[in-house]
């Protein structure tokens, strides 16, 4: 079953593995295209929904519209070295301590 059972026929929807968005995080992504009338008919359901949960669709789209609006945005150096390790999903991790350890003998404290 998974994701794609919960998902209305109102369009086709393909899905691909691919980089969101930005290009940041690899995740389950569909790549496809409403209609202006799909939304609007998407939208017009939600308002014969209980009120809580058109609060809570409310919620949602605001909190995706002001993700658009982010003054912060990662440069292409900074997606290809998240990409590279996202890569090894075995590489080891630092703990604090580790990494402050190894800032001290770089700046030679």
């Known amino acids: 079953m998974g994701i794609r059972a919960n998902i209305p026929k109102l369009y086709e929807v393909r899905f ?46 605001m909190l995706m519209e002001s993700q658009n609006e982010s003054v912060y945005r990662l440069t292409d150096e900074q997606v290809e070295e998240v990409r590279r390790r996202r890569a ?7 703990t604090l301590e580790e990494f402050n350890e190894r800032l001290r003998r770089r700046l030679g404290e």
């Open 16 to 61: 691909v593995r691919t980089d969101c968005q930005r290009g940041v995080y690899p995740e389950l992504c569909y790549d496809n295209v409403m209609t202006k009338e799909q939304v609007k008919a998407v939208l017009d359901r939600v308002l014969t929904w209980p009120s809580e949960r058109q609060e809570d669709a409310a919620k949602v789209l």
């Open 88 to 94: 090894d999903p075995k590489a080891r991790k630092l």
